[in-house]
């Protein structure tokens, strides 16, 4: 069974055949270099990258960009899509609403360029029961793909009821390995903390939970050590009162966080969806707080944990009084039980396949 590809096996290089990857990438959140640091490792070396960024992206490429001999390219750029040394065309990377990058795919697939569509979830937004007129034109657009994934199973259901080709593959994240690194961790054990910075409410929403994550990592005789995953993020925890316990400058080190959470008793996250998946990934147990949902919903770190069977780990305002030591040590309890059976070690081995049926599409065009 493969390992998760590391940052160390690839280094894009020059070569007359050119992907261009479409995403939120190079804007420093780290789950989105998470996505395209592991997309372009598993579709190889023997191709060189184009990314197609909004144009304020771009001013980071120039400190933070890890991929040396990857170009840039505006994601108004159509042209640069459909020269004779493009061969596909990789949309991706996360939610993405119908019409995201769709400009550049159309011209791409004019030239017969080779179209994925992956890592992604398609749900009811992509379509309106009282239009059939956008129904069909979704489901037109998505059809323009040659290879489409998914990264939750509500998304197989909304297209198998729109006649949608696709398949369910896990969230990109999974197959990124973790880089081991002196990390300035505590000498105990500790647990992982995250913040999404969601103004103008952010401190108000979270602040009733802060001290049940206190007493859990008490509890456990735990430290807390909180990792941003973008800069508003870390000014955040600095708010909240946790700026000595902040790792700060991993945004575009997802394979340094994923070390960090690795070494974690158990991983709290506050509105963000990868560090669930870095966990779920090491077989570190989660708990996701979506604190701006009064129940629970089909939001997608909510679909992640309960589709694969750690519901456990889900909380929301409704259940903000059983944010507390005692039943967050017992819901640990039950997770780490389910951790021990490594449920999702083969999410890489599936990932590495589609990787390689992805080469071989590129390389057909």
Known sequence: MPKPISAAKVDPKSSPKQVVLRGFFAKGNMGDEALSHSIIRHIGPDFSY???????????????????GAKCIDSLNRGEVMKPDVCGFFLGGGGLGLGFGYNQMICARRAGKAIVHSGVHIHEDFFSKKDPVMVEASRAMLKLAHVTTVRDR????????????????????????????????????YIVVTFRA???????????WLQGARDFAASLGCEIV????????????????????????????PEKAKHVIAGARAVVSFGRFHPVVFAMAEHVPAFAVDFWFARETGHKTTLLLREDGMEEGIYHRGLLDDFTADKLGARLSRLQAKMKKKPFAKYPTMLADLGKRIQALMHAH
């Open 50 to 68: 184009k990314f197609a960024l909004n144009s304020p992206a771009l001013d980071a490429t120039t400190t933070h960009w890890p991929y040396k």
């Open 154 to 189: 509500l998304s197989i259901d909304v297209m198998a009821h729109y006649d949608v080709p696709g398949e369910w593959a896990p969230d990109w994240a999974f197959g990124l390995a973790a880089e081991p690194w002196a990390a300035p961790l505590p000498s105990s054990d």
């Open 198 to 208: 969601r103004p103008p409410d952010d401190v108000e929403l979270i602040t009733p």
């Open 226 to 253: 909180v990792v941003p995953f973008d800069a508003g993020d870390a000014k955040l925890a600095t708010k909240l009162g946790f700026g000595d316990k902040t790792i700060k400058d991993l945004y575009f080190a």
